[in-house]
């Protein structure tokens, strides 16, 4: 779980997501190392801010 | 009006330069070399299916660009600019690998990568009307990663809150 500030926001509707960060280091790559950063996001999820 | 913009584009030229004046061109094996590519899936259907890749080298430790040999992603060419070797490449499913290709002399050294689930949010659920708290928690199914980071919309009439914090990596669990 994550914990966000959301009262600067206005009252009514919008959206709310996550981005993960999975950073991988692969071994026998073929290189001295090798090491992938990959961010995905998740769906946007309406939200209506009361 | 265009002279700010020409000066501009002199600038940036010239910044770009200098960058690039400073790293050394390689022609190792890929043995010898530090690859890190970084790949920004920030959106679950790009109009145009693809996403950006953003790949640096290193030779003990030291930014370095390839002399003769060349990249490919997912068989993508990937050129050689001021920020590494970018490109936009097909988007992969979550559970699908994307092929790096590093090739020297005619060898190709390869290898792969799978990509990781995309997150869920599972609370707060669609529609659902949100309290503007401080600590608005934020869960979804989870897989290993090393950060997370939550992100809000709102309407975009609404004005920025100049005391609402945009960026930062907060507590996760």
């Keep these: ?50 | 009006m265009m002279v700010p913009r020409i000066a501009m584009i002199m600038v940036l030229s010239a910044w770009t330069g200098c960058l690039d004046s400073g790293v050394s061109s390689v022609d190792v094996p890929a043995s010898q070399l530090t690859i890190e590519p970084t790949i920004i899936d920030a959106d679950a259907a790009p109009p145009d299916g693809m996403v950006p890749v953003v790949v640096q080298f290193f030779q003990a430790n030291k930014y370095v660009k390839l002399s003769s040999a060349t990249l490919t992603i997912d068989n993508v060419a990937v050129p050689y600019g001021s920020m590494g070797y970018t490109a936009r490449i097909p988007m992969v499913s979550s559970g699908g690998v994307i092929t790096f290709t590093y090739t020297r002399a005619g060898v190709p050294t390869s290898f792969t990568y799978r990509v990781p689930p995309r997150p869920t949010i599972t609370s707060p659920t669609a529609n659902e009307v949100v309290v503007r708290s401080v600590n608005l928690m934020i869960s979804y199914a989870s897989a290993s990663g090393q950060g997370v980071r939550p992100w809000r919309r709102t309407p975009r009439s609404a004005p920025p809150a100049a005391s609402s914090p945009t960026t930062g990596w907060p507590s996760s669990t």
């Design chain 1, 1 to 50: 779980m994550a914990f966000l500030d959301v009262t600067g926001l206005r009252p009514g509707g919008g959206s709310v997501g996550v981005a993960r960060r999975y950073v991988t280091t692969q071994s026998g790559s073929g290189f001295q190392s090798a090491t992938v950063t990959y961010t995905i996001t998740s769906l946007p999820t309406p939200v209506t801010w009361q």
